[in-house]
């Protein structure tokens, strides 16, 4: 009596895998138990699927996820927010002014893109600015900006 392989075989072998990611948090088993899941369903597709195939496809189904994983989808989800980037990252930001200064109140300004984890901030103006002008970034105070009026 020879052992086959089921294709629940492969689902176990694909969700141990899977999390086995939560052990060993390194984004890249995960797509190794992905590849185990792609051959179950391809061997309940075709049962006739011989061993060496379907360790060939595995591997192959496996490194195609991965690849797709660091190439593809990883570089589109890179942090925008400049969150924990020192402050020379932000200077020369330019954000749109929503609330005007008008002492003693502070103005706030409006980034398109999150400066420092948030994109509305207070800031303070040498020049007088309205509700609309584009204004520059050129330090930071603690919570405040400094800005300039841009041009």
Not at 9 to 33: D, Q, Y
Request: charged fraction near 15%; include cysteine; charge should be negative.
């Amino acid at each position: 009596m020879a052992f086959q392989i089921e294709y629940w075989h492969w689902v176990v072998f694909g969700m141990l895998l899977i999390m086995a990611e939560l052990v060993v948090p390194s984004f890249t088993i995960f797509w190794f138990g992905l590849g185990a899941l792609l051959i179950a369903a391809l061997l309940w597709l075709m049962p006739e699927l011989g061993m060496s195939v379907q360790l060939v496809a595995w591997a192959v189904g496996s490194s195609l996820f991965a690849l797709a994983w660091f190439k593809l989808l990883r570089p589109m989800m890179a942090d925008r927010t400049k969150a924990g980037i020192a402050r020379e990252a932000v200077l020369g930001e330019t954000g749109q002014v929503i609330l005007a200064p008008q002492p003693p109140r502070r103005g706030q300004v409006r980034f398109s893109t999150p400066v420092l984890g948030d994109d509305e901030w207070e800031f303070i103006c040498e020049e007088p600015v309205a509700i609309g002008d584009r204004v520059m970034i050129t330090e930071i105070s603690g919570n405040t900006l400094i800005v300039k009026k841009r041009g």
